[in-house]
């Protein structure tokens, strides 16, 4: 009789996931729920922490049931600059405006892998800047200012 392994990393993660979900579900239980037509403040926190307890579960049940086949190894390109690109757009979202941030997120987060190229990234990046700024600054009203303030005053 051979007994499984399981996968841990899998399982960890699952059971983090579970743990952060219920953290959040405690934290707002005093929160008013609402309708998904009529949203109370208690309502996306809920929603967020619910899609998470199912991904939770997904992970730790496959961490069960599937034996471990060992853990990657880490690759630091990526992981500095998806971190670059999220720091960058913190930094950078109110004192440069909406459009650098986004531009300079999609730039760090093309260095991640070695098969992005720099014409296609700032295409992109364009591209993506102008949709981030129609959607939260034209479509939604978001006070989010476009360009570095004073640029074009």
């Known amino acids: 009789m051979t007994r499984r392994r399981v996968d841990l990393p899998d399982l960890l993660l699952g059971l983090f996931l579970l743990l952060v979900a219920t953290i959040a579900l405690v934290a707002t239980r005093k929160l008013a729920h609402g309708t ?10 809920r929603a967020i922490a619910v899609v998470l307890a199912g991904f939770g579960l997904f992970f730790a049940g496959r961490g069960l049931l599937r034996p471990h086949v060992g853990i990657a190894t880490v690759m630091l390109r990526p992981l500095l600059a998806i971190a670059a690109a999220v720091a960058a757009f913190a930094l950078l979202a109110e004192r440069a405006g909406l459009a650098v941030a986004a531009l300079a997120t999609i730039l760090l987060a093309g260095l991640a892998t070695k098969e992005s190229r720099l014409w296609e990234s700032l295409g992109f990046g ?22 570095p303030p004073g640029l074009f005053e």
Do not use: C, E, R, T
């Not at 998904?36 to 926190?45: F, I, K, L, V």
């Open 36 to 45: 998904a037509a009529d949203m109370g403040p208690g309502y996306m926190p």
């Open 126 to 147: 364009v591209v993506l800047a102008g949709a981030a700024v129609l959607l939260f600054v034209q479509v939604l009203k978001l006070p989010i200012p476009v360009w």
